[in-house]
């Protein structure tokens, strides 16, 4: 009786993508033609202080910005305490935009919180304050 192990298929098919070639050549297409993007955040700042449910902008830096982006659809999460959470406040923009608004959520009053930027991959602004709820 044959015996049927997940891990030898697996191997099985990872060593018949890496023998024939097949995986190489898009990876060798996709590195000439694609450059990660990874724009700082100019703002919020360390010295930024917001209020729950204003709208500000926040801005980075589009000056180095390659000719060819891997992903030019940029999203801004949200976090503190150096936690991400999923609270997404803005998607679906052009990361060459350089801004884009965001309205400040519901939050208690803390100086740590910061913003993901992510295109190609995230980029982390400073810990600033938000002042919302009295904690
Ligand atoms: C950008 O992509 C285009 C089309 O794929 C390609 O012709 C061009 O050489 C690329 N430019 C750079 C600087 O990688
Ligand atoms: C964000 O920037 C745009 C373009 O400069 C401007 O029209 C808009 O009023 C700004 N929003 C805020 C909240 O400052
Ligand atoms: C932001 O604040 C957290 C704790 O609240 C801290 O662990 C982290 O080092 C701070 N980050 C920076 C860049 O200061």
């Not at 097949?22 to 700042?45: C, G, M, S, T």
């Not at 982006?69 to 609270?87: D, Q």
Request: proline share 6%.
């Amino acid at each position: 009786m044959t015996t049927f192990n997940i891990f030898n298929v697996i191997a099985a098919f990872l060593f018949t993508l890496f023998t024939s070639g097949v995986a190489a050549l898009p990876i060798e297409n996709y590195l000439q033609k694609r450059d990660v993007f990874v724009p700082p955040i100019l703002y919020p700042h360390a010295d930024t202080v917001w209020f729950s449910g204003q709208t500000h902008n926040v801005t980075w830096d589009t000056s180095d910005a390659p000719v060819n982006i891997t992903n030019k659809v940029g999203t801004v999460a949200f976090g503190f305490s150096g936690i991400e959470t999923p609270l997404i406040l803005a998607n679906g923009f052009d990361i060459l935009d350089g801004r884009v608004e965001v309205i400040v959520p519901e939050v208690f009053t803390r100086d740590d919180y910061f913003l993901i930027l992510f295109g190609d991959s995230g980029n982390f602004s400073p810990n600033f304050t938000i002042n919302g709820v009295a904690e």
